[in-house]
């Protein structure tokens, strides 16, 4: 009796989400279509950031759209590669088997996160610069520069990630759509403090140190010109009495 019920639990295939599966059309219905919506919302919309760029000469030219097509084409990479998980809900049959498949996915769309985490801090960094120092900002942020930025973008969120091969352990939840990973590649504590501290922590602080100072800034300079207006009309209005003053006498 327990052999036939672990049975008909087996025929059934993995679902993330166990009341997900119908039986009508033997997939995770629930996962494909959540799968799916996200997969068309991520593509479509940075498809379109990517072409508005392409597009239009005097964004593409700007510093910061380096930065802003690096995060475009990294989450549509992301969209893309969610083709992947969906083939596996569909019982399509994969070209390597489960583990590798899982481990692989699990990496690509962690580096891609990573990519576009960094390139948001990256901005935030463009943006202090161009605000701090105006005048040398143009032989600061080169396009050289920018393009080995890009690089090493890259290339760190790829060295930080790789270890998930060398069983460091699982670098997110992302692949939990296969069973392998949701059962048999389990997290480390260790490992995740280390992406947290090589990756999130700096790109957080990153992003709260120039914002908060930029906000600082755009604060003082407001500060400054309510001042100097409050400073001009009362300087003008005792202008205006003294003139005044000369015509009430004849």
């Known amino acids: 009796m327990n052999s036939t019920l672990d049975g008909n639990q087996s025929s059934h295939p993995f679902c993330l989400l166990a009341f997900g599966y119908l039986e009508t059309v033997n997939f ?106 105006p005048l040398t900002y143009n032989t600061l942020v080169t396009p050289w520069r920018l393009r080995l930025c890009i690089f090493l973008i890259w290339l760190y969120s790829t060295l930080v990630f790789l270890p998930s091969f060398f069983h460091w352990g699982k670098p997110g939840y992302h692949g939990d759509v296969f069973q392998w990973c949701a059962e048999s590649w389990h997290t480390d504590s260790y490992f995740t403090l280390f992406i947290v501290m090589m990756l999130y922590a700096p790109a957080a602080l990153i992003v709260c140190f120039t914002y908060f100072n930029i906000f600082r800034i755009c604060q003082q ?28 006498n004849h």
Request: net charge negative; aromatic share 8%; hydrophobic share 45%.
């Open 221 to 248: 300079h407001t500060k400054d010109i309510s001042e100097r207006q409050a400073r001009f009309s009362s300087q003008s209005g005792e202008t205006g009495e003294v003139q005044a003053c000369p015509v009430s």
């Open 28 to 133: 995770c219905l629930l996962e494909v279509l959540i799968i799916v919506f996200l997969t068309v919302l991520i593509i479509s919309g940075n498809i379109i950031v990517i072409f508005v760029f392409h597009c239009a000469p005097l964004l593409n030219h700007h510093t910061t759209s380096y930065f802003i097509q690096t995060m475009a084409y990294a989450d549509l990479f992301v969209g893309v590669s969610c083709v992947v998980p969906s083939l596996s809900l569909l019982h399509h049959p994969l070209p390597v088997e489960e583990s590798l498949t899982c481990q692989i996915f699990g990496f690509v769309v962690s580096v891609l996160k990573s990519v576009s985490m960094a390139s948001l801090a990256c901005i935030s960094i463009d943006r202090y610069i161009a605000i701090t120092k």
